[in-house]
């Protein structure tokens, strides 16, 4: 997947962003911003998924979070209306980031408003890419992010976000999804979600 110069300049600007994450993640012994972290594994994922895809997937993907801990959910109510409140001013939040960023770079404002599409997911299972980006995303959390999920919530709300993950994705993405390698009770849950 070619990488022009202008979209490296632009992943170094959201990487820039995302390395102020007061959040970090350890992996292996190292320590890392948790939103840079995120947005990396979501590059590297896009790369093994899909290998042509368009320079505005390819921006979508990575500022997908863009300084997401700047909103944090608990500033809002912890109950559904909450949730859904955070979430769409967390949307607005990221597609106004990521085009003050774009514009910086000098990214042309169609490209710009294909980047903010794709962010918000328009038209999925109708727009290719769109539903790329949603499988990234879904492959993204069962391969780096379904393991710790375990921990925090019970057995019958992992099974149902497991199905409403599923129904998401492509076909593609589902075969994907089955060859992640799951821990013991991660693959007993998702079989209980796919085939029960």
């Given amino acids: 997947m070619g990488k022009s110069d202008k979209l490296l300049t632009a992943f170094k600007a959201f ?33 093994t998924f899909e290998h042509k ?40 939040f990221h597609m ?8 910086s770079v000098g ?20 727009d290719i890419e769109t539903q790329i980006l949603e499988d990234v995303i879904c492959l993204v959390f069962l391969k780096y992010y379904f393991d710790p999920f375990l921990l925090k919530h019970d057995e019958d709300k992992i099974i149902t976000i497991l199905r409403k993950t599923w129904k998401k994705m492509s076909d593609k993405g589902q075969r994907v999804a089955l060859l992640l390698p799951y821990s013991e009770k991660g693959l007993d849950l998702v079989h209980r979600a796919l085939y029960n």
């Fill in 107 to 126: 990214y042309n404002q169609k490209t710009i408003e294909r980047v903010c599409f794709l962010m918000l997911k328009k038209q999925l299972k109708k």
């Fill in 15 to 47: 990487d820039t962003a995302n390395a102020k994450d007061p959040n970090k993640e350890f992996i292996e012994g190292r320590e890392y911003p948790k939103e840079l972290l995120y947005a990396k594994r979501m590059t590297h994922i896009l790369n």
């Fill in 53 to 92: 895809v368009s320079e505005a997937l390819q921006l979508a993907v990575r500022c997908q979070h863009i300084c997401r801990w700047e909103i944090p959910r608990e500033t809002y109510e912890m109950n559904r209306a909450g949730y859904l409140k955070w979430r769409q001013e967390l949307q607005s």
């Fill in 96 to 103: 106004e980031k990521a085009s003050t960023i774009l514009q």
